[in-house]
């Protein structure tokens, strides 16, 4: 399995990127972590691990994270409708990257989670350190975690692909939706949320039951009870009933 390289990646990269300073790293606890440990964290810093230790995942859940797929944190500052986005740019990216190299059309799970087949295959996590946004994705290449609702793109392609490449395509995607208008981004990923529709509960600063009847403009989960009193929730843990 070939090495994580600052050069290869670059080497996919278009020429007027954003991505221009990296931290390519072994193993670490968690490339959120290190991100929020540098002092001068800017707009445009990369971190990459080859393993991770202490893998987050959003709502304070763990990732498991084994040699061989993608782990990387990026640090955006932006303000606005562009942070509003971040979100759907963040799914999006990885939506993207999923089809590309498999064929098969992925599913987004409120608010960024990528399922592919049913199964999990990528998850997104964002925190604020001041003006920069630092945002977390893993994504699953050659290596399915110990897990019965996780996959990776190598059980549908039965080859194993070079993490250079599939980072490049990340970050140049990103890049892309970053410069797109937040509010057509933030359409075309309700378009792919396949929540809509679907009963769930949700776990956020309370918990709730019911079912996924729309998403706001803002991209708010619109959650119709059983009296039917509408629940709009920015940001929580889903689960399909």
């Not at 990369?46 to 959003?58: E, S």
């Not at 395509?169 to 990103?174: A, E, G, P, R, S």
Request: proline share 3%.
């Amino acid at each position: 399995m070939d090495d994580i390289d600052e050069q290869r990646i670059k080497n996919h990269l278009r020429e007027d990127s954003i991505w221009s300073r990296f931290f390519i790293l072994d193993t670490v606890d968690s490339t959120m972590d290190y991100a929020r440990s540098i002092d001068d964290l800017s707009h445009g810093d990369v971190i990459i691990a080859g393993a991770q230790t202490n893998g987050h995942g959003r709502v304070d859940h763990s990732w498991m994270s084994p040699k061989g797929n993608v782990y990387m944190s990026m640090a955006i500052k932006c303000g606005g409708d562009q942070q509003k986005a971040l979100i759907p740019i963040s799914a999006l990216a990885v939506f993207d990257v999923v089809e590309k190299y498999t064929s098969v059309v992925p599913e987004i799970k409120w608010p960024n989670d990528v399922l592919l087949d049913e199964k999990k295959i990528s998850g997104v996590c964002m925190q604020k350190v001041d003006d920069i946004v630092i945002v977390g994705i893993g994504l699953n290449v050659n290596i399915t975690p110990a897990l019965d609702t996780a996959t990776c793109i190598n059980d549908f392609i039965a080859c194993e692909l070079d993490l250079n490449l599939v980072i490049g395509d990340l970050l140049d995607i990103f890049e892309d939706y970053l410069e797109d208008d937040p509010d057509r981004v933030i359409s075309l990923w309700k378009d792919n949320v396949r929540t809509i529709g679907r009963k769930v509960i949700v776990t956020s600063n309370e918990t709730y039951e019911g079912t996924v009847n729309g998403l706001t403009d803002e991209g708010y989960l619109m959650l119709e009870l059983p009296d039917g009193r509408i629940v709009e929730i920015m940001a929580g843990d889903v689960s399909e009933i």
